[in-house]
Every structure is written in C-alpha cells, then in structure tokens.
C-alpha cells in the first residue's frame, strides 16, 4: 500500500495473505470461513500446482514471531474456482476452515448489484509495494475516495472500458493499492458494518495522482460467490 | 555371443543385379539368415571377399555376394522374395569414434586434394603398404586410419606439398540433427552415450523385447539404429551388452527446434494427436488433469523443460510420446492415465459452431453440453435434488444434459458436471453481445443500499 499507515490489531481481520514458495504473494479476503476472495491472475490458471501456495490468516506482520504469531492460522488451497469469463475473480477453497477468532473474522459480501455511491471513503488493505511510504511488511491501510465509472473512464483516457463489473477509487493522490497488494478488498462501512466492494486486480497501474485504481465490483458477482458457496 | 547380423544393414524385398564379368553369387544354400551372415563374415572358404547376401524368404535360401549396391555397375531391383543384408563397414559415410574401422568410399581430403594410392610411395614415401596392413583395408586410394589416430580416417594426398591430411568423415551422431525428442530422427547413429554397440531393432538377443520393426512400422526401427519409438527424451536402443538392457543415444540436437512434421490444431486433433495444442485439460470423465509440472498425485517423468517441442502446459491434454490420442495423469490417485477422448477428432467430427447467447442465455435452447474448461456436463436430472423447482422446470422442456440457465444467471447459461472439484461452472459459450457487462445499471433512486445491518438487541 502505497501511502497510509499499519492497521491497528484486530482491523483487517478478514485479511489474508496468500505466500507463494514462503514469500508474500498476493492479497485476499476471506469471505467465508472455508472460502477466500481475490484476483484470479494471483494463480498460472484455473488449476494451478497448488503444493507452492499456502494462506495465512490472522498476522497483521508477515515477519511475525513469538506471541504475534500465535495468532496466525495457516491453510493450503484445495481448489481455485475462477470467476466467470472477464471477472478476474477467484474463489479458493481451504482445506479446513479457518477458525474464527479475534484476528480471523470473515468479512461481510454486498448485497446483490448494489452501488457505493460517489466520494464514499473506503479503504484498501494490503502488505504490498510502500514505494518508500514506510512500514514494510505491515498490513497496512489507505482510505481512497469512490469515483463514479463514468469519471473514472474519463480519467483513464477511455483506454479501459469501466463496465458494471468494475468500480474505481481513489487518483486524488499518488496513493493506493500497489504490487503485491493485488488480491486484497476494497472495503467500504457504514455504522459498524463493513463490507467488501471491490477487489484490487493486476495490471491497472499503481497509486497514481488522477488515475483511480479500478477494481473487481464485488456486488456484480455476488450472485455467482453465493451459487459457488452453495454448490 | 555377437549376433552376425549385427554387422549388416537390411533392405526388404530388393535383390542386387550386376555384371557378370566383375561379380560373384554363390550358389543358393538352405539355411537360417544367422547362419547366412557368419558365412559371409568368416569369408572361410569363399573365392572371394563377402560383402553382402542375399536372403531368399520363402525358400530360405542363403546367397553370398562379392559386391553390394555401391559397386560400380551394380543396380537395385524390386524383388519381393528376396531380402539384402550389406556389410555395415562398406557402407556408412560416417564413423564413430576415431574411425579405425572405416572402410568407406570417400578418397578425398578435407581440402578437397585427391588422395594417394597406398599402395603407391609416390608423390610420398610411407610404410602403410597393404600387404603390411592387411586387416586395415588399405585399399586403393581410400581414406583409412591404419595408425589409429584421434582425428579419424585420413590419407597421403596427390600433393607433393602435402604429406597427408585427415578426411573430415562426420561422426555418425552429426550426421543427422535431431528435433524435438528424436522421435523422427531416422539418422545413422548405432551406438548409445556410453559407447555400447546397439542391438539390431529385430532381435531377441541379448535383450527381448517389443520393438519389433514389424509391429512398429512408422517408427523407423531400422537395423540397430537409435530410434525413439516411445517418446522418450531422446532417441535410444537396446545395447549388445548383456548387462544394460537399453541406453540414450548422443545425437546432434538441430539449431531449429520445431517439429516440422506435427500439424498443430486446437480444437480437435489429426493421427494420434501429437499436435495438438489446445486447452483441454479434463478427462471424458470429467476428471481434472494433473499439470505437467506436478508430481501429484502421479509421479512421471514427462517434466516440460525435457519436452519442449510437446507443448505440455499447465493440465491440457497432450500426446507427448505417440500414444492413441491425447492423454494426461489424472488428478484422481486411483487413476494414473487417461485418454482425452473427448478432444474431437479434425474431420471427423466438425468442430463446434462458434455459438452464442442473447441476453442472460436464459433462452438459450442449443445442444452445448460442455463447461469452458471443456468438461462434459452432467444431466439435470442427476441434481434434482440440489436445485429441485428449477431442475423440475428443465426437467419439462427435457433439456438433457445441455447447458441452460434456469436461474437466470447474469454470467450465462451453465451446467452441473459429475466432476467433484467444479462440481459446476458455466458452459463454453459466449454472449452474442460483444459487452454483456454492460447491463443496465439501476437509476440513482432504485439504488440498493450493499450493507445488510444486522438487528440485534
């Protein structure tokens, strides 16, 4: 994350981290305690060799050791569902639940095709690329302002289309999701509800003054995350 | 325990005509083809030095030849009874090793100078008489290495101002460079990396096995050359040694490392598949692939980077080492191996329409009954129980197994599979709208709110 600053204990419980080899690959979220949320392009394919990757819940430092880190819950992947055609989303089935506890919580999905509306603050979570901004390895948080599609297309020249499937924050400042935060939520509250609207995908640039980051919109795909918890 | 034959190149159903002034054929003896080349090996009791015979099929009969195809005046005839056995030393234009044992034709220094005749001391006086060399085949002007020296064949040159100079004969490995895996290498290398001698392709001895040139005829199993008839990483044979049964070969690897012969097709596949390059990667079973690169749950030795030119990427099917039709291992532990039957056949079965759907797909009423990733899907009926008031509404239009959308999916039609790791996903089909992302938003004042608030006490 670039910009922002650490995430104090007990926020970002959702969070998760996916580790490639033993290194930091990618973010996600968990949304069910068997069932994390992220960028399909973190994974070769649809059917990766999934022996290298490994998740791990509850650590607000990937460096953590002694107390710290007996609170992180670590599973491998037994299955990637990718989302449908032009989503960019998947699913990764654990193969056992995390176990819900103070740091590992789920975090809530929209409601259905629902919308954020403009200028809304949320926030983007990760332990990716700081570019200097400090607290290397730290979960961190930034708070971005959500842009309209149409403004954000503007913002974007109109050299990527911003369908309904997609939603944009932030571009007010040089600030935002960067490498290896990729995967992570865009998370939005209202009263005390928190909720994952967007997910950070690969390939859109990172943290750039007047161009939002633009993510996977959550809601246009609820109903397909709901049919893969059910089936 | 050296079989005879060893020393002999066969052609099928050819006999050898030649002029009857410079020729010599014995007379036709009963025998078994073994016992024909020790006859014409031993040379024991011969007029004339056996360089070839001739083998009757039918009548089993045994004829010894003073000549081969590369006399001069002789020539080739097609004659179905008869098959040629020639000597191997007469024959190859190239060596193994230094050579000692060339006894080819080539009379030509590696700058071109014409050869002396060893017999000759002129332009250059020597010691390599043939009558001091017999067993060297000093004959004529042909290049020879009676001295055993690491550069191979050579010989004094018609130049006075050359003493002698080597004839730069290639090895045998060099001849011919092999692409991908070897597998149509059909070049003149007959020993394995080791040194080891191989065994002829349609012998029992020393080692038995399956490889016979008549069960395999595409696979050039010629002799005792190293072939690769199996897809293995490189060409290979049976050895002569009784001790190792089969060793790779060393073969000159080509500069360009395509196939050339493998017609590549994606969305079905000719012969036996070996070009094929799409992306199925599910069994007809519905059984995921294992990826080429894992060794879960099977483990195997087809790693990608010891086979290039095969293309195997991540789980698709493919058909490395000439197998039937394309296959895979399986990411069931109970099944190693299965053919990937449900790749069409190119031709046989026309490749499936580009097919589309409008809107949702939740119209859609075509015969598609496969899911992206290529499984085949599973009848409505099996889930029933899942899904029951939709799966009865399908169940009255008999939609089978084909992909539909009877809960209105805004990502398009879909189907169950009897697959238990995608136990469903949605079907190869694309909407006929180039961007069905584009639905219609809903207006400001219908705007659903994403939060569900959970009352509480």
């Given amino acids: 994350i670039v910009g922002g600053g650490p995430v104090r204990i007990k926020e970002g419980s959702w969070m998760v981290s996916i580790q490639r080899g033993s290194t930091h690959w990618c973010g996600g979220s968990l949304v069910r305690e068997e069932w994390v949320l992220t960028d399909r392009q973190c994974f070769s394919s649809c059917v990766p060799d999934l022996s290298e990757y490994r998740v791990w819940l509850g650590i607000s430092h990937l460096n953590e050791s002694g107390e710290n880190d007996f609170h992180r819950q ?75 599609n149409e403004r954000c297309q503007q913002l974007h020249n109109r050299a990527i289309p911003i369908n309904s499937s997609k939603l944009c924050a932030g571009g007010k400042r040089d600030e935002g999701v960067c490498e290896k935060d990729y995967g992570g939520p865009l998370v939005c509250q209202e009263s005390n509800s928190k909720v994952i609207v967007g997910v950070s995908i690969n390939g859109r640039g990172c943290a750039r003054q007047n161009r939002p980051a633009i993510f996977m919109n959550v809601a246009f795909y609820t109903g397909w995350i709901h049919k893969v918890f059910k089936n | 325990k050296r079989h005879a034959l060893q020393d002999y190149q066969k052609t099928d159903a050819v006999s050898l005509v030649a002029p009857p002034d410079a020729s010599y054929m014995s007379k036709g003896r009963k025998m078994s083809v073994g016992k024909c080349a020790r006859r014409c090996s031993r040379n024991r009791k011969l007029q004339f030095t056996c360089r070839a015979f001739s083998f009757n099929q039918k009548t089993a009969k045994c004829h010894l030849l003073s000549y081969d195809s590369l006399t001069v005046g002789v020539r080739i005839e097609n004659d179905s ?92 490995s060099e001849v011919e460079c092999m692409t991908c895996n070897g597998e149509s290498y059909r070049g003149p290398m007959d020993h394995t990396e080791s040194g080891r001698e191989c065994q002829r392709w349609d012998l029992e001895e020393p080692h038995k096995h399956l490889f016979h040139p008549k069960r395999y005829p595409d696979k050039g199993l010629k002799d005792n050359y190293c072939r690769n008839p199996d897809g293995r990483q490189r060409p290979w044979c049976f050895t002569t040694d009784p001790s190792t049964p089969w060793e790779y070969c060393n073969i000159k690897q080509c500069d360009s490392d395509n196939s050339g012969d493998v017609d590549n097709t994606t969305t079905c596949f000719r012969g036996r598949g070996e070009g094929y390059r799409g992306t199925v990667g599910v069994t007809p079973e ?141 079907c190869a089909l694309k909407s006929c709208e180039p961007s069905h992302n584009n639905l219609p938003q809903k207006d400001e004042s219908t705007r659903t709110s994403c939060f569900v608030h959970k009352q509480v006490r």
């Fill in chain 1, 74 to 148: 670590e599973r491998r992947i037994s299955h990637v569902i990718c989302g449908p055609e032009g989503s960019s989303l998947a699913l990764l089935r654990l193969t056992q639940p995390a176990l819900p506890r103070e740091r590992v919580r789920i975090i809530q999905l929209p409601v259905a095709d629902c919308r954020i509306q403009e200028d809304t603050i949320c926030s983007v979570y990760g332990w990716g690329e700081t570019k200097g901004t400090g607290h290397e390895g730290t979960l961190k948080r930034v708070h971005l302002p959500i842009v309209s």
């Fill in chain 2, 81 to 172: 009874n008869f098959d040629l056995y020639e000597k191997k030393d007469f024959m190859r234009e190239c060596i193994i090793g230094n050579g000692l044992n060339y006894k080819g034709k080539r009379s030509v220094t590696k700058s071109g100078v014409q050869c002396q005749l060893w017999n000759s001391k002129t332009p250059h006086e020597h010691n390599f008489l043939p009558q001091r060399h017999k067993h060297r085949d000093l004959r004529e002007n042909l290049c020879r290495n009676p001295d055993n020296t690491t550069t191979g064949p050579w010989c004094f040159t018609t130049d006075p101002k050359i003493r002698h100079q080597d004839c730069s004969i290639p090895q045998c």
């Fill in chain 2, 286 to 426: 519905g059984v995921t692939c294992q990826r080429w690169d894992a060794q879960f749950p099977h483990r195997h030795s087809y790693a990608p980077q010891n086979y290039r030119c095969k293309d195997l990427r991540e789980n698709y099917c493919r058909n490395p080492d000439g197998r039937q039709f394309p296959w895979c291992f399986t990411t069931d532990p109970n099944v190693p191996v299965a053919f990937c039957t449900n790749i069409p056949r190119c031709g046989v079965t026309p490749p499936e329409p580009e097919e589309c759907y409008t809107g949702i797909g939740d119209t859609y009423n075509g015969k598609r009954a496969k899911t992206r990733s290529g499984i085949p899907c599973a009848p409505w009926k099996d889930h029933r129980e899942s899904n029951e008031r939709y799966v009865d509404l399908l169940m009255a239009e008999q939609a089978g197994n084909f992909c539909r959308n009877p809960d209105k999916d805004k990502h398009g039609p879909w189907c169950y599979t009897n697959s238990s790791s995608i136990p469903w996903d949605y």
